[in-house]
């Protein structure tokens, strides 16, 4: 069974860093994409990056324009662990932020979701 566990969000003023964590068990698929969704009351999903790997070799990585030169997303070595450091945090980027893991990034592969964690970003 595939478990998404969502840690690291908080409360920091504009111009703070905040470094979320999602530790992953249970994904077995050889190519493998995890990443990083928001969501805000009354507003669909966004996608804020993602991570593409094969044999847990990473092949490509994807970022929303608005996070670009902000935010990074990593794995760990053992493909168990993902992060997204996010620096120069402004208001727009609070959210309830997720992870999804899935087989491919196509938005209907990623599957298996966690819970969130909440981004406060204050001015």
């Known amino acids: 069974q595939v478990q998404l566990v969502e840690s690291g969000g908080g409360s920091v003023q504009a111009g703070g860093s905040l470094r979320l964590s999602c530790a992953a068990s249970g994904l077995t698929y050889s190519s493998l994409c995890m990443g990083w969704f928001r969501q805000v009351p009354g507003k669909g999903r966004e996608g804020v990056a993602r991570v593409y790997t094969r044999y847990a070799a990473v092949i490509t990585t994807y970022y929303a324009d608005s996070v670009k030169g902000r935010f990074t997303i990593s794995l760990d070595n053992a493909k168990t662990t993902l992060y997204l450091q996010m620096n120069s945090l402004s208001p727009e980027d609070t959210a309830m932020y997720y992870c999804?893991?899935?087989?491919?990034?196509?938005?209907?592969?990623?599957?298996?979701w966690g819970q969130g964690t909440q981004v406060t970003v204050s001015s």
């Open positions: 999804a893991a899935g087989r491919t990034c196509v938005s209907t592969d990623l599957v298996h």
